[in-house]
């Protein structure tokens, strides 16, 4: 059985686990403890060579981190990745524009904001981030005005991948009532069969007030 090695309040990790229950795949889970270091031992960084989780190891025993590469390998052949060599770049655009400009500006905002780091974060850095952090949404809001979702008509990882911190900007201290069509692709994706609604607050971690080791 595929084990995938997870963190709850981690976003990135929860776009796999919302793949896994769109496609219906058993999986067991092994909690990794990022804020007391277990990220960091030899063992798990063999698995995940930056010590960050999601990270998956397969049945045969082969391993595979970074939350978009799992996305992409595990939704190769289904109807969230196209088989098209055009489509499945256009899909490949929307990732990288999420590691770019949605998890490294409203993830790391969300983050410092929710476990009671901002105050320890410089003011030109913060509003480097808010700044970047609406420039990604007003790009949202208007690649979503003309089609229903990121890559084309079709529900993709490329959607599941920038909801996942997108969708929870209000988190990071943003307001998204600025935003119709980027609330109304939100409310596509909540209306897919098998979307996973749990999601976890910082707060039920206790260590999670601590830096990163
Ligand atoms: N680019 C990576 C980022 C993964 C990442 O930053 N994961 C965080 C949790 S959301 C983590 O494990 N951080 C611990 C660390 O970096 O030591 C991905 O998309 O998977």
Redesign the pocket.
């Known amino acids: 059985m595929l084990t995938l090695f997870d963190?709850l309040p981690?976003?990135?990790?929860w776009k796999v686990r919302l793949l896994l229950n769109h496609l219906g795949r058993p999986y067991r889970t092994v909690p990794i403890s990022?804020f007391e270091g277990e990220?960091?031992t030899a063992e798990f960084m063999r698995i995940s060579p930056?010590?960050?989780?999601?990270a998956i190891q397969l049945e045969d025993g082969c391993t595979l981190?970074?939350?978009?590469a799992i996305l992409a390998y595990l939704a190769d052949g289904t109807t969230y990745l196209p088989a098209d060599p055009f489509d499945r770049a256009k899909v490949q655009q929307w990732l990288h524009f999420e590691?770019e400009r949605v998890?490294s500006v409203i993830g790391s905002l969300r983050y410092w904001t929710m476990t009671g780091k901002l105050p320890h974060r410089s003011t030109e850095m913060i509003e480097g981030k808010r700044a970047a952090a609406r420039r990604t949404l007003d790009i949202l809001e208007r690649e979503l005005a003309t089609r229903p979702f990121l890559a084309g008509d079709i529900y993709t990882i490329a959607d599941m991948a920038v909801f996942a911190y997108a969708s929870r900007a209000e988190e990071a201290g943003l307001s998204l009532e600025p935003y119709p069509h980027f609330h109304a692709w939100i409310a596509r994706i909540e209306a897919q069969p098998g979307f996973l609604a749990t999601m976890h607050p910082y707060a039920i971690d206790p260590h999670s007030v601590k830096e990163?080791p």
Do not use: D, F, R, W
């Open positions: 963190y981690s976003q990135n990790a990022i990220g960091k930056t010590g960050a989780v999601p981190a970074e939350s978009n590691q998890e990163l």
